[in-house]
Structures are given as structure tokens and as C-alpha cells.
């Protein structure tokens, strides 16, 4: 059960009143937060209530502590590590292809959507992503997390507040072969990421749609091919 206001200790109400401030002012992930002492006195708290309420909210991943830097919006956005249980799942073959397969129902749509309401800069930051993973396919390196942080990005361009959650947690949690694979392979994704970028960026939605199938379809025939020499 929630408590209420007048049940909450004070550092748990200087955390709700941190919240406000967070979303009232437009701090957006990976945004630095006011120091200790400039929070202590927008919110009318003791320091020691500031540094307790720091706890509260990076323990539910709201923001992130980093010694000597300071205190940061968190990039996992409020999110718990493993919101879904994923890790309690003993068949990971299984449910590598689940997650593959939902990712096929809904990511086409969802590139579809970004190329309608993508703005500028959004379409920037997807671009430099972009680069990092067209440089690390050039080196034959794992370019996994980077392609996790495309798809992200790509599902915060749609403007659409449930995805932008939603993908990031299934893309981590899908197994990505991106070691070892023959140099045609690395080919092929960096002519399917340009694809879906260039389509996102011109404002192509049906392009968009298409191109992210067909990269999502070759991702999982993949996987199932890779299943299958292990399994011989």
C-alpha cells in the first residue's frame, strides 16, 4: 500500500519534492542535478535529509550518484534493473526468441513513429549512436550495447512515453551474436542501421517501418541459425 504524505518520513518527502523539481525544471536523463547544498536550500531541508533523499531516489533508479561528479538524472529513467523478471528465466534460448519476436511486432511501428515526430536534435543524437556502432562493426567489435542504445533512442524519437520505456528493457534483454561473425554479416547490419536512420531523418515512415522489419527479421534468423550450430 502507498503511503501518504503525512506517513512519509522527511527524507522521503524531500525525495517526492525532488521529483517535482526534476520535472518542473526539464532535467532529462543523464542531466547533472544542483549540488547538496543547493538542494538543501531550494527544498527547505537539512543536508542530511538532501543526502538521504538522494538515497531513496537512486535506490528506485530515478537518479545516479557518481563520486566526485555529482548527482545525475538516471538513464535507466526510473526503472527497476529487471522490471519483467528476466532473470528468473530458466530457458534463455526461449527467451531470447520471445522477446525477439515481440520486438518484431512492435519496433516497426515505433520507427514508423519516429520519423513522424523525431525532433532535430533527436535526430542528431540518434545519428552519432549511428557512427559509434558504424565504427566499432568497421574494428569486428561488440557493438551490442550501442545497437541497445539505438533502438532506444529510436524509441524516444517516437515521442511515445510507454515505448521509450518498454524498449530498452526488452532490447537488453534479447542475447545479441555480435562476436565472430562472418564479415558479410557486419555488411548487412551496417546497411540496415543507415537504412533506418536515413528513412527516420527524410521523414520516411513507411521506409522506416520496413527497414526495421527486415533488420529485425535478419537479427532473429540469425539467432535461430547460430541456436542451431551450436546445437549440431
Do not use: W
Amino acid at each position: 500500500m502507498r503511503r501518504n504524505a503525512e506517513n512519509k518520513t522527511l527524507s522521503e518527502q524531500a525525495a517526492d519534492q525532488m521529483i517535482q523539481y526534476i520535472q518542473e525544471n526539464g532535467y532529462g536523463p543523464g542531466d547533472k542535478l544542483p549540488t547538496e547544498a543547493d538542494l538543501s536550500r531550494l527544498l527547505g531541508v537539512g543536508r542530511n535529509t538532501v543526502r538521504e533523499a538522494v538515497r531513496v531516489l537512486a535506490s528506485r533508479n530515478i537518479v545516479s550518484v557518481r563520486q566526485g561528479s555529482g548527482t545525475f538524472v538516471s538513464e535507466k529513467q526510473g526503472l527497476a534493473d529487471d522490471p519483467f523478471g528476466f532473470s528468473f528465466v530458466e530457458d534463455r534460448v526461449q527467451l531470447t526468441r520471445d522477446l525477439m519476436q515481440i520486438r518484431v511486432m512492435l519496433e516497426p511501428s515505433i520507427a514508423a513513429l519516429a520519423a513522424q515526430n523525431a525532433e532535430p536534435e533527436e535526430i542528431r543524437q540518434l545519428e552519432e549512436i549511428l557512427l559509434e556502432i558504424e565504427a566499432l562493426i568497421e574494428a569486428e567489435s561488440d557493438y551490442s550495447e550501442k545497437d541497445t542504445q539505438f533502438h532506444a533512442q529510436i524509441a524516444n524519437c517516437s515521442h511515445n512515453t510507454v515505448v521509450s520505456r518498454l524498449i530498452p528493457v526488452i532490447s537488453s534483454g534479447v542475447t545479441v551474436f555480435a562476436r565472430e561473425v562472418p564479415s558479410e554479416e557486419y555488411k548487412q547490419t551496417l546497411l540496415s542501421h543507415r537504412a533506418i536512420y536515413e528513412a527516420i531523418r527524410t521523414r520516411r515512415a513507411v521506409e522506416a517501418q520496413q527497414a526495421m522489419h527486415l533488420h529485425l527479421l535478419y537479427n532473429e534468423n540469425r539467432y535461430t541459425e547460430e541456436i542451431r550450430k551450436e546445437n549440431t
